[in-house]
């Protein structure tokens, strides 16, 4: 039952024919877990708080950093530092004190995924890493319920509701996990874009909690902000998926990082590209004879850097025509040095040294990519200055 209160605050709500009375109050006796409170998680939170959900888990283990706050805008400037869920939970706190909140301050595992997420009626999918929605997936399977998924990259969006009884899960659409996604602190991403993109998963779940509309089930949304194109992809539910087929009885009968559990021969594919570790680095520097190439955008050079590197940005290589005047600008900044290409993370430079790799070879370069990118060296070298 609603207090007096809460028919005053969810007034607008209610007068909805399609909300009224009975959809508020099963809001208010809803339950919703939100995996991240990054940028899609913040606006979705805010909303379902906003609206009146009853319950609302949030599991995250990470801290606010100054750089979320481009997007993540459940959290303030003062909180930076501290734990990603108790900034939330405060958030909440101010805006709908009426609205329990529940913790989770770890990472979804395979090991706690069943339990974290058969408590809720439906989940929000803030995943930064395509492992954690693979065990989502076959956790919300295992449990019965659906979740809202949304991913972002620069200016585009997508965004469908997997799990439904007759729909398709998350295994139907990538049966095979993508090599090298891109995270938002490799390709950027515009800050407004997690937040209309979370704003439509909060939509879909109180929806789908009210009854009300024509959910996203079997089509995916399509969102483009830099032509403001907009459009739909059915995605039917795929009868070969064993994920729908199998009869799991525990998060993990499906490996979260394989071809959705299935044996199949190995797709054909180029041969790795050499990496290197920060240790390995640090003796090479040592050495010497070791030409460093930071291929992230200069800004990202002019924050910080690591010892003796040139700056040629992978933004310069899309620019380039096709007679090979990057692997030329590298050529002659290096004086036939063996080279070692590093970004933030290590995927833009494997890209790059997978574009050239084989002109390198023709000439008798050594070449590697630094494994882990800076963010792995700061980690080995804490006192080291490099963003």
Known sequence: MLTQKEIL????????????????????ASRVLVIGAGGLGSPAILYLAAAGVGTIGIIDQDTVDETNLQRQIIHTTELVGQKKVASAEAAIRRLNPNITVK???EFLTEENAFDIVSFYDIVVDGCDNLKTRYVLNDACRLAGIPFVYASIYRFEAQLTLLGLEDGPCYRCLFPEPPADVPTCGDAGVLGTLPG???CMQGTEVVKYIVGFGELLSGRMLNIDLATHEYDFVAVPRNPDCPACNHKQTKVGDLPSDAVCG?????????????????????????AGN???IDVRDNYEFMYGHLPSSISIPVTLMRKADADGSY????????????????????IRSKRVLEALKERLDEKNIPASSLDGGVLQWQRENPDFPVL
């Open 327 to 346: 692997l030329e600008r590298v050529l002659e900044r290096t004086n036939g040095h063996e080279i070692v290409f590093y970004c933030k993370s290590g």
């Open 290 to 292: 070791t030409a460093l």
């Open 103 to 105: 913790k989770y301050d």
């Open 196 to 198: 209309i993109a979370g």
């Open 262 to 286: 299935v044996n199949l021969p190995p797709a054909a594919e180029t041969e790795p590209v050499p990496v290197i570790s920060a240790h390995q680095l640090r003796r090479k520097i040592s």
């Open 9 to 28: 605050r969810y007034n607008r709500n209610m007068k909805l024919s399609e909300v009224g009375l009975e959809g508020q109050e099963k809001l208010k």
